[in-house]
């Protein structure tokens, strides 16, 4: 008998929470080699901890440790001390945020914009500060890199988060005003391309969905209910990179960014450290988020599948290096890789043998009554009183398709 604690580290989020709790119920037994394993989940607290305290959850679903530093080492102890599978693992993370993301991947061979990293506007809060500057600190012309790159380009922190600190910058006065706002950020100036669509990628360990997103809109209505928005050269691209650079850094809850024209793929930002998976942004996709999260939670810990922290860099490198290899015949050999960590197609025949139940019992619960009060918790919970019924129209509307669409 197998009893398997799945953790959450949660910030504020009370919706996706609820859901996961929700269809993780579902689930049931499973019975795999002789065994019986059931499985629950339990929302973690924050204390102190020795170092070589049990942990009792097999499984952590991380959404707090990019940001709050305790609960972060406590991850780091957990997997090193007790072998507990992270989602997402805080050592790569950590060490490879946007920029050292847009390294690798333009060692891949992928077709990132080109990006230059400038040195702080202001100085850094160091006393040796004063003395490294006017020793080293080389000048530039922040001007000519610009031209360079080309107008409109991109300003945007070497680290990410939220979109924090991103200006567009159109010309010579909005690249000066914004680098004078950057402060202390340490910021990236990217080109930009003329692009047909914004494709942002969620990938949960083998499954993806590339969905439209419209960066400009609120938040409500930025991913558009559209299936059929990429060509299907682009769209093999948007889910082969996406699950690539997961791979890549052993991320397995990851959402990715890429700029689409015609059959051309540029990503632009795929180091997410707790993807969206809200219900007020996500809605249609939401169900699909939440029971793919599911599945490939209950498969890590029922096959007792272990966290890596060896990346293998060079296994890609290789295929990178091969001056035989055409663009997609990269691709396609990094994509190979990444099936081969994220194991998908036996995740794939794990899940059709254990869990064919799930997708139907997960439609006819978001077409119930509990699920609609967990819309109208979270709409009340998000929106100011005067908008409760609008949204609530809003989400009811794209929830009510998404039931539709994937009637039986």
Known sequence: MGDHLIGLLL???????????????????????????????????????????????????????????????????????????????????????????????VRLGLKVPPTTLVPYKNPVDNVRWAYTSEQYN??????????????????????????????RVDGPESLVRAYDESGEMLMHLQATVDYEHFARALSIGPETMVMDFRPDQPMHNRYAVSHDFLSESAGRQTAAISRIVNAFFRWEFNSAEMLVTGDEVYPIDYANACPDVAIT?????????????????????VTGRRSAVDLQTWRY????????????????????????????????????????HLEE????????????????????ATYPPHEHEQFLDHFRGLIGMWVTDNAR
């Open 11 to 105: 910030g504020a989020e009370k919706d996706w929470p609820r859901a996961f709790e929700t269809v993780l119920r579902m689930v049931g037994p499973i019975k795999e080699g002789g065994d019986v394993h059931t499985l629950s989940s339990e929302r973690l607290t924050i204390e102190p901890f020795r170092l070589d305290d049990p942990v009792r959850t097999p499984l952590v679903i991380d959404r707090l440790a990019h940001w709050y530093y305790h609960p972060r080492e406590w991850l780091k102890k957990a997997a090193l001390v007790n072998g507990t599978y992270l989602l997402n693992s805080p050592f790569t993370f950590q060490s490879m945020e946007k920029h050292s993301a847009y390294c690798a991947m």
């Open 138 to 167: 080389r000048p530039f012309d922040l001007d000519q890199i610009a031209d360079e790159l080309g107008y409109p380009l991109y300003m945007k922190p070497f680290d990410g988060g939220g979109w924090r600190g991103v200006s």
């Open 281 to 301: 942004s996500l809605h249609y996709y939401f169900p699909w988020a939440i029971t793919a999260l599911v599945r490939w939670s209950a498969y890590c810990v």
């Open 317 to 356: 490198f290789e295929i990178a290096d091969d001056p035989d290899r055409s663009y997609d015949e990269k691709l396609d050999a990094y994509l190979a890789l990444a099936d081969e960590y994220l194991e998908s197609d036996k995740y794939r025949e794990w899940c059709e043998t254990h869990l064919p």
């Open 361 to 380: 019992q997960v439609h006819e619960w978001v077409a119930s009554d509990d699920f609609d009060r967990l819309l109208r918790d979270t709409v009340a």
